[in-house]
């Protein structure tokens, strides 16, 4: 036989009787219990090359950025001053060695007074910033003439495959503009 079910007012009465599990708390964010140790190690450590690094060109400027990039921040076991290694390319060493003290005044306005006290400067390849290389130096070529186009498309028309004829009126345009620019 089948039950019948209770109804509002009972099913209320019910309820209120009963005790039930209190809601579980979410677990606390991990940024909380992380934020005191990372403050230790920033207390400790200090600021890395990376930080150095998202923000180069606003402390040393666009020409200095263009030719250097931080690579390592090496902290001596004492409380003396750290020491930055720049990478250098090769020709602007001497102008980096030269601006050095100039340099080191920038970064310690960024990092903090006495953050650094040395720079060590090591000749290599500087990764390039699409940001602070400027505009492309290839420059936009026009189009050519109506003549020569016809031509072009008329000197490939015999090949079969629609890839190999837009592949080669693509070459033969560049290679016309290219005899156009020598002449």
């Known amino acids: 036989m089948p039950r019948p079910l209770p109804t ?3 099913a209320a009465a019910i309820l209120a009787r009963k005790r039930t599990r209190p809601a579980r708390r979410p677990p606390p964010r991990a940024g909380l219990r992380l934020s005191g140790l990372v403050k230790t190690l920033d207390e400790r450590f200090g600021q890395g090359p990376e930080t150095l690094a998202a923000r180069w060109r ?7 950025a263009r ?18 290694e720049l990478k250098v390319e090769g020709p602007a060493a001497a102008l980096i060695q030269h601006q050095a003290p100039d340099i080191i005044a ?25 940001a602070l290389a400027g505009p492309s130096r290839r420059r936009a070529r026009g ?29 033969g345009r560049e290679v016309m503009r290219r005899e156009q620019e020598r002449s």
Do not use: Y
């Open 106 to 130: 920038r970064v310690n306005l960024f990092l903090g007074a006495g953050a650094v006290e040395r720079l060590r400067v090591v000749q290599g390849l500087v990764r390039r910033d699409r």
């Open 143 to 171: 189009p050519l003439d109506a003549a020569d186009e016809a031509a072009l498309a008329a000197s490939v028309d015999r090949a079969e495959n629609p890839a190999l004829r837009d592949a080669l009126i693509r070459l």
């Open 67 to 84: 030719h250097t990039e931080p690579a390592r921040l090496s902290r001596p076991r004492k409380d003396a001053g750290a020491v930055l």
């Open 8 to 10: 509002s007012a009972e």
């Open 58 to 64: 606003e402390i040393v400027g666009e020409t200095l």
